[in-house]
């Protein structure tokens, strides 16, 4: 009588559908046609509806690029703060989400809340570090003026950028 590939003192006659491995009970795993084994029963990040290498780079790339042209049209055009900063964020969000082909993953979310601080960045330094008489939220009572200048943006596009993948 065969024993379980991973378990030589344990006699069985059940087997892996895939690769014929010998299993015992206690390593019998159940996929979607059949009985598999350990190995077998991985899946690839593709089946399990990750997103992959390429799908990550392309987010990355496209999230940047309309971070970068977000961020210095927002330092040049005017800025307006945590208004501003929301708005950015979602609209890279958004172009994370579609240039990574609409994945949710977590790490699609990383790229586009680092892609919305790069923004942030770019409009801070092209406006001086002042916003133009900017529209802050009630942060103008609680934090002194880099707090304004920097944070509050900085947190709304955060906001925005993570909003956009929970909304749709």
Same mark, same amino acid.
């Given at each position: 009588?065969?024993?379980?590939?991973?378990?030589?003192?344990? +006699?069985?006659?059940?087997?892996?559908?895939?690769?014929?491995?010998?299993?015992?009970?206690?390593?019998?795993?159940?996929? @979607?046609?059949?009985?598999?084994?350990? +190995?077998?029963?991985? =899946?690839?990040?593709?089946?399990? /509806?990750? !997103?992959?290498?390429?799908?990550?780079?392309?987010?990355?790339?496209?999230?940047?690029?309309?971070?970068?042209?977000?961020?210095?049209?927002? /330092?040049?055009?005017?800025?307006?703060?945590?208004?501003?900063?929301?708005?950015?964020?979602?609209?890279?969000?958004?172009?994370?989400?579609? /240039?990574?082909?609409?994945?949710?993953?977590?790490?699609? =979310?990383?790229?586009?809340?680092? @892609?919305?601080?790069?923004?942030?960045?770019?409009?801070?330094?092209?406006?001086?570090?002042?916003?133009?008489? !900017?529209?802050h939220l009630p942060t103008r009572v609680f934090l002194p003026t880099w707090g304004r200048v920097y944070? +509050?943006?900085?947190?709304?596009?955060?906001?925005?950028?993570?909003?956009?993948?929970?909304?749709?």
């Amino acid at each position: 009588m065969p024993t379980c590939h991973y378990h030589p003192n344990v +006699e069985t006659l059940v087997s892996c559908g895939r690769c014929g491995k010998p299993l015992c009970p206690g390593c019998v795993g159940h996929g @979607a046609t059949g009985v598999r084994c350990k +190995e077998c029963l991985r =899946q690839s990040p593709r089946a399990l /509806g990750l !997103a992959t290498g390429r799908h990550i780079a392309r987010a990355t790339v496209i999230a940047l690029v309309v971070s970068l042209a977000l961020g210095a049209g927002f /330092g040049i055009f005017g800025w307006r703060g945590g208004v501003s900063g929301l708005v950015l964020g979602f609209v890279v969000g958004s172009a994370a989400f579609l /240039g990574s082909r609409r994945h949710r993953d977590v790490s699609i =979310q990383v790229v586009a809340v680092m @892609a919305a601080l790069v923004g942030v960045v770019v409009a801070t330094r092209l406006t001086g570090g002042l916003f133009s008489r !900017a529209a802050h939220l009630p942060t103008r009572v609680f934090l002194p003026t880099w707090g304004r200048v920097y944070v +509050e943006p900085a947190l709304t596009a955060v906001i925005g950028a993570i909003l956009r993948f929970r909304v749709w």
